[in-house]
């Protein structure tokens, strides 16, 4: 439940970051503005690193764009393809491995050097090589959300389990 | 839930260092591609495997940066509704512009409707609701994200040293904490025993 939440909040996110290119369909500018104003905070919005939409600005960069989408996908993948197909479950606990810090760590090092090379203007990636490495960053970073948000449910539901039998053990109930 | 008692710490230092660094201007340039969420995060996991005596769990880790981000989001959204109320004239302003740019290819009667429902999403008070709970979802999505990387990144290398510590505790038991009543060695005795003869 709690994680079908989490993946209609994240998608609800990512149709806000294409509510301009809507707008301009429906004819409403004001609707993009709100989206543009909303989002102005978090991401810098050049328009030479941004995508268009029939030449409309997306309101996030291709970076910031690939982040949303792959949080979007990670979560969604963890939650449905991954238990659907692969039977992949948490495990009330989860506690951490050596094999999933590798994982997470290839996708962070290619962002986080690429974030820096093009911010001290070593290079200019083009946008879909930004978009790419924001995707794979989001995509790692959805599905550790998806298994956080899984573990703190059932840890939670565990504690109010053992709340009610010690309640009953002492004799409250 | 087994360190519950590094949750509040964790939680408050990274969540407001975070809301203060994202709202100072200057600093506020590293929200960019949502830097200072993922680093306040980062800072909440990192703080709670650290002063932790158990195993954290990659829920704990989900707990502890949902809390920072949300205290996080709390100070920006309440800093930038102090700045917003400053310029909301001018905010007003470019929304009814937006709108009437627009307005020569709607018809009249859904011109009428859409007009209303403008005004109606330009109140600034409306308007910063809806800023207020998007600033607090992406501040606690994100920093929610930082928080587990920075579990599953420290949490292996500090249940190693957890477990050294806990070696070194058994090997040396004697000696560091000795239990009274129980003898060491003959000169711990207050009244050493005679030797015989």
New interface residues.
């Given amino acids: 439940m709690f994680l079908l939440l989490l993946q209609a909040l994240t998608g609800a996110l990512i149709l806000l970051i294409y509510l301009p290119v809507i707008a301009f369909w429906l004819g409403i500018p004001a609707l993009a503005h709100l989206a543009y104003f909303l989002f102005a905070p978090f991401c810098h919005q050049l328009p030479e690193r941004s995508f268009h939409i029939s030449g409309v600005q997306l309101c996030v960069c291709a970076r910031c764009l690939g982040i949303y989408l792959g949080i979007f996908a990670g979560t969604l993948f963890y939650g449905v393809i991954a238990k659907v197909f692969f039977s992949l479950k948490a495990e009330k606990g989860t506690k951490v491995s050596r094999t999933l810090r590798n994982i997470i760590l290839i996708p962070l090092l290619l962002i986080v050097i690429d974030g820096l090379l093009n911010s001290l203007g070593v290079i200019n990636s083009p946008g879909w090589l930004r978009f790419l490495f924001g995707t794979g960053f989001g995509f790692m970073a959805g599905w550790l959300l998806g298994m956080g948000v899984e573990d703190l449910i059932k840890l939670s539901a565990d504690r109010g389990v053992r709340g009610k039998n010690s309640a009953c053990a002492s004799g409250v109930n | ?1 087994e360190n519950r008692e590094h949750y509040l710490k964790s939680f408050l230092i990274a969540g407001l260092l975070m809301g203060a660094l ?1 709202s100072i201007p200057g600093f ?1 340039l590293g ?4 830097l200072w969420q993922w680093l306040g995060g980062l800072l909440s996991g990192w703080i709670l495997c650290r002063s932790a005596k158990k ?1 954290v ?7 502890v ?1 949902l809390f920072s981000g949300l205290i996080g989001g709390m100070l ?1 959204s309440l800093m ?1 509704a102090m700045s917003f109320y400053m310029g909301a004239g001018d ?1 007003n302003a ?2 009814t512009e ?2 009437h ?2 307005g020569s ?2 018809p009249p009667e859904i011109q009428e409707v ?1 007009e209303q429902a ?1 005004q109606w ?2 109140h600034p008070g409306l ?1 910063l609701s ?2 207020m709970f ?2 607090l ?2 501040f606690a ?1 994100m920093s ?2 930082g928080s ?2 920075s ?3 420290f ?2 290398r500090f249940a190693l040293k957890r477990m050294r510590q806990e070696m070194k505790l058994k090997v040396n038991a004697p000696e560091q904490f000795p239990v009274p009543g129980l003898m060491n060695r003959e000169s711990d005795l207050i009244f050493p025993r005679k030797k015989e003869e």
């Fill in positions: 839930m994202s506020n929200n960019c591609c949502c195993p769990q990659m829920g704990e880790g989900a707990l940066g920006f930038s905010w470019t929304m937006a709108f740019s627009s290819e709607i859409i403008m999403i330009s308007l809806i800023g998007f600033f979802l992406v999505i929610m994200i587990l990387i579990v599953a990144i949490e292996p």
